[in-house]
């Protein structure tokens, strides 16, 4: 999906496995878009986001699992990478913010917003959500 063979495509991935903010859009059934900034994990190919169960963007995905994830954190808009996907919700217990690779990313941000520990906060973000790409451009 994404050719890291390129200078764009290597640029992409690691903005991907770097950057701390993305902006997810989902769609609610009445078909209105719905985006909110969310932490995120590039792993295997897929993106994994984890949220607390009852938010919107959740109860959006049985309607419509098709989404949009967009990181812009440079040059005022002239490094936006977009994935256009599909996401699962995704009930597994390996899945959670206590995998090493969200620790490593995520570990300081987690203590700066007040959980003690990533088990802390993985019982309040315990809905895991795995966006497959079907698309990743560059705006």
Known sequence: MLDVT???GQHAEQRLRS??????????????????PV???????TVLIFSQPNKQKIRN???NPR????LDGTNGGG?????????ELVN??????????YVEKYGTHIQDEGWATPAAMAA???????ITPKKIRKW
């Open 61 to 63: 995905l049985p309607n």
């Open 92 to 101: 597994d217990p390996e899945i959670s913010v206590e995998m090493p690779a």
């Open 39 to 45: 932490w995120f994990l590039w792993k295997d190919g």
């Open 19 to 36: 950057d701390v903010i993305g902006w997810l859009t989902t769609v609610g059934p009445e078909g209105r878009p719905y985006t909110v």
């Open 124 to 130: 309040d973000f315990s809905q895991a959500i795995r």
């Open 6 to 8: 390129t200078e764009w």
């Open 79 to 87: 490094d936006v990478v977009i994935i256009e996907g599909t996401a």
């Open 67 to 70: 989404v949009t994830l967009a």
